[in-house]
């Protein structure tokens, strides 16, 4: 973001402040479907307020229903493409008018390669896990950091794996990105300053699209995205600068 910006941040975060209402404001991407909706949810039964985008319109209109359904309708869901530097731009843009800055981000968005051996994984194939899992974040990182420096607060949780921390075959390009994940995690938590922090948070195994792709009909013995998130949750909210650098599991 530019430095001009900086002056409507500020207002912005004021004005967004008094709409909370106590609760924080989260942002996660990849929120229409997965552990992404499934957090959102639960955050926001919990009073938390909640900022999502993804790409599919139609599943954030569904989302957005459920949410308002206790007519609440403080949450902003939007179109965004985190592969796109210019549409997280965007993005940035958008929640600093409506929202302010947020109190957390969940990089969440994120995507598998086939199951497949390395040299049968197609070129477009590896750099789509790649420009979702890694640069992904990365713009994210880069658009929403300068806007949570003034104020020296605010907590990013980078998803990772457990295969982010050791390798299986068939998966390699999406076990290359989330070691990717852990390394810059750990990278970008030294250029923080005091009272932020950025997390590698490994969610564990659930039964999801993603997990289906690689395991087929035995995903389904993991537990269920809305039993995770419960657990996910309290755990997100609990993190501080403390946890600067840390990579946890759910």
């Given at each position: 973001?530019?430095?001009a910006?900086f002056?409507?941040v500020n207002?912005?975060?004021?004005?967004?402040a008094?709409a909370?209402?106590?609760?924080?404001t989260v942002?996660?991407?990849?929120?229409?479907?997965?552990?992404g909706?499934?957090?959102?949810?639960?955050l926001a039964?919990?009073?938390?307020t909640?900022i999502?985008?993804?790409r599919?319109?139609?599943?954030?209109n569904s989302?957005?229903s459920e949410?308002?359904?206790?007519?609440?309708n403080h949450?902003l869901l939007?179109?965004?493409?985190?592969?796109?530097?210019?549409?997280?731009e965007?993005?940035?843009r958008?929640?600093?008018e409506?929202?302010?800055v947020?109190d957390?981000?969940?990089?969440?968005?994120g995507?598998?390669n086939?199951?497949?051996?390395?040299?049968?994984?197609?070129?477009?194939?590896?750099?789509?896990?790649?420009?979702?899992n890694?640069k992904g974040?990365?713009?994210v990182l880069?658009?929403?950091?300068p806007i949570?420096?003034?104020?020296?607060?605010?907590i990013?949780v980078n998803?990772?794996?457990?295969?982010?921390?050791s390798?299986?075959?068939l998966?390699a390009?999406y076990?290359?990105?989330?070691?990717?994940?852990?390394?810059?995690?750990r990278s970008?938590a030294?250029?923080l300053?005091d009272g932020?922090?950025v997390?590698?948070?490994?969610?564990?195994?659930?039964?999801t699209?993603?997990?289906?792709?690689c395991?087929?009909?035995?995903?389904?013995?993991?537990?269920?995205?809305?039993?995770?998130?419960s657990?996910?949750?309290?755990m997100?909210l609990?993190l501080?600068?403390a946890d600067?650098?840390?990579s946890?599991?759910?």
């Amino acid at each position: 973001m530019k430095a001009a910006s900086f002056g409507a941040v500020n207002r912005a975060a004021a004005g967004a402040a008094g709409a909370s209402s106590g609760g924080k404001t989260v942002m996660i991407t990849g929120v229409s479907k997965g552990l992404g909706r499934a957090l959102a949810l639960e955050l926001a039964k919990r009073g938390h307020t909640i900022i999502g985008c993804s790409r599919a319109q139609d599943k954030l209109n569904s989302l957005q229903s459920e949410l308002s359904s206790d007519h609440n309708n403080h949450h902003l869901l939007l179109i965004a493409d985190v592969r796109s530097n210019s549409s997280v731009e965007e993005l940035a843009r958008a929640v600093i008018e409506k929202k302010g800055v947020p109190d957390i981000i969940v990089n969440n968005a994120g995507t598998i390669n086939r199951n497949n051996k390395i040299w049968e994984v197609p070129e477009e194939e590896f750099d789509a896990v790649i420009d979702t899992n890694v640069k992904g974040i990365a713009n994210v990182l880069r658009h929403f950091i300068p806007i949570m420096l003034p104020n020296k607060q605010g907590i990013i949780v980078n998803f990772s794996s457990g295969w982010g921390r050791s390798g299986a075959a068939l998966v390699a390009p999406y076990c290359a990105s989330k070691w990717a994940v852990e390394g810059l995690t750990r990278s970008v938590a030294k250029e923080l300053p005091d009272g932020m922090a950025v997390i590698a948070l490994n969610p564990g195994v659930i039964h999801t699209e993603m997990l289906q792709s690689c395991f087929g009909t035995s995903a389904s013995i993991y537990q269920e995205p809305d039993a995770w998130a419960s657990k996910a949750a309290t755990m997100i909210l609990n993190l501080t600068g403390a946890d600067n650098g840390a990579s946890l599991t759910v």
